[in-house]
């Protein structure tokens, strides 16, 4: 199952240690086959409200997500980022392409009362 890394970064210091930063992620990045599906970039807010910038990177699965976040290669480059912004950062798994909402509803704690 494909494994997401997401990070939601606020009040990023866009300098020397980020630019290295993002010129040093990719090759991190090739060894576990990881790849960016989302990468900053202007949103449309819809409801609710948004500030930040929103990354995904792709894995296979989790182990290998896990895997190159505690890879040395990535680690040595980790505090560039964290040293310059703040934001969340955390793994969570897709979907098959068969996933219909009412799936969830079984994993539900109140699964066995009625909705509605």
Known sequence: MTTYAVGHLHDVNVGPDIVEYLCRIDET????????????GPVTVMEGSWSGDLIVIAFPDRDRARAWYDSPTYRR???????????????????????RAADVVAKLPVADQPLG
């Not at 090739?30 to 900053?40: E, L, M, S």
């Open 77 to 99: 480059i980790l505090p560039l980022r964290t040293e310059n912004s703040r934001g969340d950062v955390f793994f969570i798994d897709g979907v098959s392409a068969d996933h």
């Open 29 to 40: 990045l090739a060894p576990f086959d990881g790849r960016f599906i989302i990468h900053g």
